[in-house]
């Protein structure tokens, strides 16, 4: 294949909407606006990893001799991945940092038909799409002042919710389930947040919920590499 003279692309950046993750060699991209992974071999992470730091940072000669590729190649296969990633909007030459959410939900009555109620709402919302669905769930937090119903009986409570709905057993329901959980909780003045994490051999997407650094209500989760939590 004849390639035109390589650019020398500028330093890019991850699209906002994308949170990616480095996971045996190989990066796990998540698109936040649909809901949907895709996985990039290692020699596309290992191009992704340079595209992202300063042209002057870079080390393409390296990695020419790291994959046995003539430095010429590798400078054209470069520039060409650079341009198919900004093609697809992966990559992005500004970035645009998210300013923190301050908003505030309104306190509610926690209890067993709240969490039944949130439980079939976020299936119904994922159906119609994941991105309303998701920031729905992880932006707002009620007022975190106490007096706060304890989350042992927030957690007992929920447990109850879910016995009672009729839904895919864990862990195929786990995007709802912690998405409910999420929002449970935040609403009963409790500063939950959203965890998604990524395993590879074979690819497996896991989303859980934790409160002040503990996962609760989950197994073992060292399988899995944090893409995002909110």
Known sequence: MTHPAPTHP???????????????????????????YDVINEVGAAMWAQLTRL??????????EEYGIAPATLEADFADFATAQ?????????????????????????????????RAAAERDLRRGFA???????????DTAAPRTPVELLMRRFRTAESLYPARQ????????????????????????????????????????????????EGDLRRFTVIQQA
């Not at 330093?11 to 998540?30: D, S, Y």
């Not at 309303?132 to 009620?142: D, E, K, L, S």
């Open 132 to 142: 309303t669905a998701y920031a729905n769930r992880v932006g707002p937090t009620a």
């Open 55 to 64: 042209p002057d940072e870079r080390n393409l000669i390296g990695l020419a």
């Open 86 to 118: 900004l093609t697809a909007g992966r990559l992005v030459t500004d970035q645009r940092p998210t300013p923190p959410s301050i908003e505030r939900s309104p306190r509610r009555a926690p209890t067993i038909l709240r969490a039944l109620w949130e």
């Open 170 to 217: 864990a862990p195929l329901d786990c995007l709802p389930r912690s998405l409910a959980l999420t929002r449970f909780l935040r609403t009963a003045g409790w500063p939950a947040r959203h965890v998604m994490g990524v395993a590879l051999y074979p690819f497996e997407a896991h989303a859980w919920v934790e409160l002040n650094g503990t996962a609760l209500n």
């Open 10 to 36: 500028p330093l890019l950046f991850c699209a906002p909407n994308l949170r990616c993750a480095e996971v045996a060699g190989q990066l796990v991209v998540l698109d936040l606006s649909a809901g949907v």
